[in-house]
């Protein structure tokens, strides 16, 4: 391993790395092209001929599909060797969850199976559990599902009052609850469920197969949209589990469910990236297609800006997710290295990253509604046709901002948890936050000559002073109370959103030039440059209203000017950059960005 700083999660907000440590799609090797190659054709010829029935619902047709994905080793991607599959990185993982992303309602079965269903025993189960059930769940022998919500227990998972008793004898424990909204619940052999142990206060995570006696499985629900994926509500009634199919030590549960919805907030990320990128190309194939006024609409400026924004938010996306995934495969071979289990070291290293789990899964769901909403708008009528696949994709992306803890939840574990990280000192956050505020020149400004990138980075360090300004005010203003004043809390998640998926931009296009020249990155100059240009605006709103939800304190016109110096960028011409990456979109005729 080389010797990059990895960031600790959150630490973004008061560190820089250097381009050279990130990793970029345009860095795909061999290999990993080939795997994403044999997901795109699965979806191809496996997939899309099939789709209609799939989402009639077939149940029994997306079984099919899902195991014929396992016999081509899709579902083992993940898996170490010895337990039947290749053992890939975690970017590897990331680029499958991109591709079969564009897979509607499969994609939501597929990635319950290979991320929630299987990955709690494989991460936390001991070898026995491991050779019994992953092994399996590798190879699509058996699917998997992952049992939490309860009716009355939806973002606040450790209230449900799902509970297990140990038999007297001690091989069993006696299970009885019920679990709602649980994906591939029809189609699934083996379950992770969550209960309680006795009176215990937290929960614990047992393997369930549907066969035990008691396990009672509803018809499916009718849904707005992910037709052909399975969700029902499970009934638990007096099922015997054995003892040896506890996962992890007794009340670990609600650690297992936290660490899997981190990982399950990430991939989900990946998914709806790959789903994005199918829709921007629908979206323009349509404009080349579609005449209005003996004209194609792909040249109407208004159908270029949206095409434009598209393909601007979704680079944003790409960006992130795999800047991202290096840091997670970096710190999962640090706890490797320090004899860490193959399993909880995984884990471990995705779950370090909460903030930026709970980032790319809020900006990338709704990146994708904005871009599926808009390839609606382009297709005009035919978009609310349910001939085109724009209509199917509308009504698929509306669950991401609910799927993995809703935005609203994962908006508060931003700001929350990178403030908890900083109060615990693992980097210096409020001191820092605090120097800034009673510093007489807060923004950084232009000093001589700077280069296309280094003003970007420069307008990017200014964000972060602008957050760090929001963040000691609120805690100045409203200390342990902070977090019930969601407002500001997430104000400051969306100045941080935007911020991330900024700085992630800039290194990836100036690790571009380095790496290809100047000509490569032509028309990355103008994507970076309207995000950062619209991101300024939506980061001086954020934080202005911050302050402004203080009332009158001391310093605050200070404050406010202040934030507004951090979020003063160059002026840039929106409409032509936007019409030329619109140009570069309608000349390929896919998004190929």
Same mark, same amino acid.
């Given at each position: 391993?080389?010797?990059?700083?990895?960031?600790?999660? &959150?630490?973004?907000?008061?560190?820089? +790395?250097?381009?050279?440590?990130?990793?970029?799609?345009?860095?795909?090797?061999?290999?990993?092209?080939?795997?994403?190659?044999?997901?795109?054709?699965?979806?191809?010829?496996?997939?899309?001929?099939?789709?209609?029935?799939?989402?009639?619902?077939?149940?029994?047709?997306?079984?099919?599909?899902?195991?014929?994905?396992?016999?081509?080793?899709?579902?083992?991607?993940?898996?170490?060797?010895?337990?039947?599959?290749?053992?890939?990185?975690?970017?590897?993982?990331?680029?499958?969850?991109?591709?079969?992303? @564009?897979?509607?309602?499969?994609?939501?079965?597929?990635?319950?199976?290979?991320?929630?269903?299987?990955?709690?025993?494989?991460?936390?189960?001991?070898?026995?559990?491991?050779?019994?059930?992953?092994?399996?769940?590798?190879?699509?022998?058996?699917?998997? /599902?992952?049992?939490?919500?309860?009716?009355?227990?939806?973002?606040?998972?450790?209230?449900?009052?799902?509970?297990?008793?140990? !038999?007297?004898?001690?091989?069993?424990?006696?299970?009885?609850?019920?679990?709602?909204?649980?994906?591939?619940?029809?189609?699934?052999?083996?379950?992770?469920?969550?209960?309680?142990?006795?009176?215990?206060?937290?929960?614990?995570?047992?393997?369930?197969?549907? @066969?035990?006696?008691?396990?009672?499985?509803?018809?499916?629900?009718?849904?707005?949209?992910?037709?052909?994926?399975?969700?029902?509500?499970?009934?638990?009634?007096?099922?015997?589990?054995?003892?040896?199919?506890?996962?992890?030590?007794?009340?670990?549960?609600?650690?297992?469910?936290?660490?899997?919805?981190?990982?399950?907030?990430?991939?989900?990320?990946?998914?709806?990236?790959?789903?994005?990128?199918?829709? +921007?190309?629908? !979206?323009?194939?349509?404009?080349?297609?579609?005449?209005?006024?003996?004209?194609?609409?792909? !040249?109407?400026?208004?159908?270029?800006?949206?095409?434009?924004?598209?393909?601007?938010?979704?680079?944003?996306?790409?960006?992130?997710?795999?800047?991202?995934?290096?840091?997670?495969?970096?710190?999962?071979?640090?706890?490797?290295?320090?004899?860490?289990?193959?399993?909880?070291?995984?884990?471990?290293?995705?779950?370090?990253?909460?903030?930026?789990?709970?980032?790319?899964?809020?900006?990338?769901?709704?990146?994708?509604?904005?871009?599926?909403?808009?390839?609606?708008?382009?297709? &005009?009528?035919?978009?609310?046709?349910?001939?085109?696949? @724009?209509?199917?994709?509308?009504?698929?992306?509306?669950?991401?901002?609910?799927?993995?803890?809703?935005?609203?939840?994962?908006?508060?574990?931003?700001?929350?948890? /990178?403030?908890?990280?900083?109060?615990?000192?693992?980097?210096?956050?409020?001191?820092? @936050?605090?120097?800034?505020?009673?510093?007489?020149?807060?923004?950084?400004?232009?000093?001589?000559?700077?280069?296309?990138?280094?003003?970007?980075?420069?307008?990017?360090?200014?964000?972060?002073?602008?957050?760090?300004?929001?963040?000691?005010? /609120?805690?100045?203003?409203?200390?342990?109370?902070?977090?019930?004043?969601?407002?500001?809390?997430?104000?400051?998640?969306?100045?941080?959103?935007?911020?991330?998926?900024?700085?992630?931009?800039?290194?990836?296009?100036?690790?571009?030039?380095?790496?290809?020249?100047?000509?490569?990155?032509?028309?990355?100059?103008?994507?970076?440059?309207?995000?950062?240009?619209?991101?300024?605006?939506?980061?001086?709103?954020?934080?202005?209203?911050?302050?402004?939800?203080?009332?009158?304190?001391?310093?605050?016109?200070?404050?406010?000017?202040?934030?507004?110096?951090?979020?003063?960028?160059?002026?840039?011409?929106?409409?032509?950059?936007?019409?030329?990456?619109?140009?570069?979109?309608?000349?390929?005729?896919?998004?190929?960005?």
């Amino acid at each position: 391993m080389n010797n990059k700083k990895v960031l600790k999660s &959150g630490e973004f907000l008061v560190e820089e +790395i250097n381009p050279n440590d990130i990793f970029i799609p345009e860095e795909f090797n061999e290999e990993q092209v080939m795997i994403a190659q044999t997901c795109s054709d699965f979806l191809e010829t496996e997939l899309y001929p099939n789709l209609n029935q799939i989402d009639s619902p077939d149940i029994q047709l997306m079984k099919s599909t899902l195991k014929k994905a396992g016999e081509l080793g899709l579902m083992g991607i993940c898996i170490p060797e010895e337990y039947g599959g290749f053992g890939q990185d975690f970017i590897t993982q990331m680029h499958v969850a991109e591709v079969i992303g @564009a897979g509607y309602s499969f994609s939501v079965a597929f990635m319950a199976h290979c991320g929630i269903g299987t990955l709690p025993i494989m991460y936390y189960g001991n070898e026995d559990q491991r050779q019994r059930y992953v092994t399996k769940l590798a190879t699509g022998e058996y699917l998997g /599902a992952y049992c939490l919500t309860e009716p009355g227990a939806g973002s606040d998972a450790n209230s449900g009052k799902t509970h297990a008793t140990l !038999s007297e004898d001690g091989k069993h424990y006696i299970l009885n609850g019920q679990k709602m909204w649980i994906t591939n619940a029809n189609l699934a052999d083996v379950q992770t469920v969550f209960a309680k142990i006795d009176h215990d206060r937290v929960l614990s995570a047992f393997i369930v197969e549907r @066969a035990f006696p008691g396990v009672v499985v509803n018809p499916d629900e009718h849904k707005m949209g992910i037709k052909g994926s399975s969700t029902a509500q499970i009934f638990y009634n007096d099922v015997k589990v054995p003892v040896e199919n506890l996962i992890g030590k007794r009340g670990e549960g609600f650690r297992v469910a936290l660490s899997i919805l981190h990982m399950g907030r990430i991939k989900l990320g990946a998914n709806v990236l790959g789903a994005s990128k199918k829709a +921007i190309t629908d !979206s323009v194939k349509y404009a080349n297609e579609r005449k209005q006024f003996n004209t194609f609409i792909s !040249s109407f400026g208004a159908i270029q800006y949206k095409l434009a924004q598209q393909v601007i938010r979704t680079w944003g996306l790409d960006s992130a997710i795999y800047k991202l995934s290096k840091d997670i495969d970096d710190q999962i071979n640090r706890n490797k290295e320090s004899g860490m289990d193959k399993g909880r070291a995984s884990i471990e290293g995705i779950s370090h990253y909460a903030v930026e789990a709970a980032i790319v899964k809020v900006f990338g769901s709704e990146v994708l509604d904005y871009v599926i909403d808009e390839t609606v708008q382009i297709h &005009g009528g035919m978009g609310y046709s349910a001939e085109v696949a @724009a209509e199917r994709g509308y009504r698929d992306s509306r669950i991401n901002r609910i799927f993995e803890g809703t935005n609203e939840i994962n908006r508060l574990l931003v700001s929350d948890t /990178a403030m908890k990280r900083a109060m615990k000192g693992e980097y210096d956050l409020f001191g820092k @936050a605090e120097a800034l505020y009673n510093a007489e020149q807060v923004a950084e400004v232009k000093t001589g000559s700077e280069s296309f990138y280094e003003e970007k980075m420069r307008n990017i360090r200014n964000f972060k002073k602008a957050i760090m300004l929001l963040i000691h005010g /609120a805690n100045k203003r409203y200390a342990k109370n902070l977090v019930n004043e969601q407002e500001v809390m997430n104000n400051i998640s969306e100045m941080m959103m935007e911020t991330y998926v900024a700085e992630s931009m800039a290194l990836r296009f100036e690790k571009i030039r380095m790496t290809r020249g100047e000509e490569a990155t032509t028309i990355l100059r103008d994507i970076l440059d309207v995000f950062v240009y619209d991101a300024a605006d939506l980061i001086r709103k954020n934080g202005c209203d911050g302050i402004y939800s203080f009332g009158e304190f001391e310093n605050s016109a200070k404050v406010i000017r202040a934030i507004k110096d951090c979020t003063c960028v160059n002026p840039v011409n929106v409409k032509d950059a936007r019409r030329r990456i619109a140009a570069k979109l309608i000349e390929d005729n896919a998004y190929r960005f």
